[in-house]
């Protein structure tokens, strides 16, 4: 978290302040196929899903990428990369972004919608002159076919819809949360543990037990964590019952054992 607030700090207030209103905007009216999320402390890194355009080897996918903005944005343009891997002429295989409007024809004046936009057109028309994945640009030129049966290929295997931002709209710590109360969620309903994934949301109110059951011997604890979850002891359920009967057991040892001496001393005393 620091990191990102030291990136937000390198971007001038006045300029976070233009991004706030820009994300704000994209996310009550977004383009055409295209949904943004950031994280709220770092506007230096806009993510967005790109849905692959009708009629073109993309149609179906999701695509994943990310504008990086440098501390001198918007005087520099955002360099662009897709972090979803896709055959295509302008985008490298790490997924850089080869687009005249982030290059030479950048203007400070451009938005983030503007930038967006343009990356999607590239979807719908490559420019294979200027390619970085140079095997995606010549099979572009030579045989259309081949090159639309690759991307399809690679859309087919790779761009499937995501379900929500891992790391943008929401932060990667949240996200880890969500993925564990789902799990939970999960497991729950089927009565089946997960790992030690089951006692966590009711290890808060009883934490010393909770870290007992889950510490040293984790392999033994499945059998009997399912039953004691489900009253909501977590491990504890059996305790009171052996405690006691251990404790009777103690006592009539003690009783046992006070009885021997009583008795050996009779002996002794009719001796004297």
């Known amino acids: ?16 302040k233009q991004l706030a209103k820009e994300l704000k905007s994209l996310d009550e009216s977004p ?5 943004v999320g950031v994280n709220d402390d770092d506007f230096s890194t806009i993510f967005a899903d790109i849905e692959g355009p009708a009629g073109t080897p993309y149609e179906n996918g999701v695509f994943r990428m990310k504008l990086l903005l440098s501390h001198d944005f918007p005087h520099s343009p955002p360099k662009g990369y897709f972090l979803t891997k896709i055959f295509h002429p302008n985008i490298a295989t790490n ?11 950048w203007n400070p004046s451009l938005g983030l919608r503007h930038v967006l936009i343009v990356v999607r057109c590239l979807l719908i028309e490559p420019f294979p002159e200027s390619a970085l994945n140079e095997q995606a640009g010549k099979m572009l030129l030579e ?26 709209a929401i932060s990667e710590s949240t996200t880890a949360l ?22 966590l949301p009711l290890a808060q109110p009883l934490a010393p037990s909770a870290t007992a059951t889950r510490g040293g011997n984790n392999q033994d604890q499945p059998a009997t964590a399912v039953p004691t979850v ?38 002794s005393l009719k001796r004297l």
Do not use: W
């Open 95 to 105: 997924g850089e972004i080869c687009v005249n409007t982030l290059k030479k024809d």
């Open 1 to 16: 978290m620091e990191m990102h607030q030291a990136t937000n700090e390198n971007l001038p207030p006045n300029v976070i």
């Open 178 to 199: 969500n993925v564990d109360q789902t799990i939970t969620n999960m497991d729950q309903k089927n009565n089946t543990p997960s790992g030690g994934a089951i006692p």
């Open 230 to 267: 489900e009253i909501g002891i977590s491990g504890s359920a059996t305790t009171p019952a052996s405690a006691t009967t251990q404790k009777k057991e103690v006592g009539l040892a003690k009783v046992q054992a006070d009885r021997k001496k009583i008795d050996a001393r009779k002996k």
């Open 143 to 168: 045989n259309y076919e081949e090159y639309a049966r690759h991307a399809r290929i690679y859309t087919g295997i790779h761009a499937k819809p995501k379900p929500k931002f891992k790391s943008g």
């Open 31 to 35: 383009p055409e196929g295209i949904k």
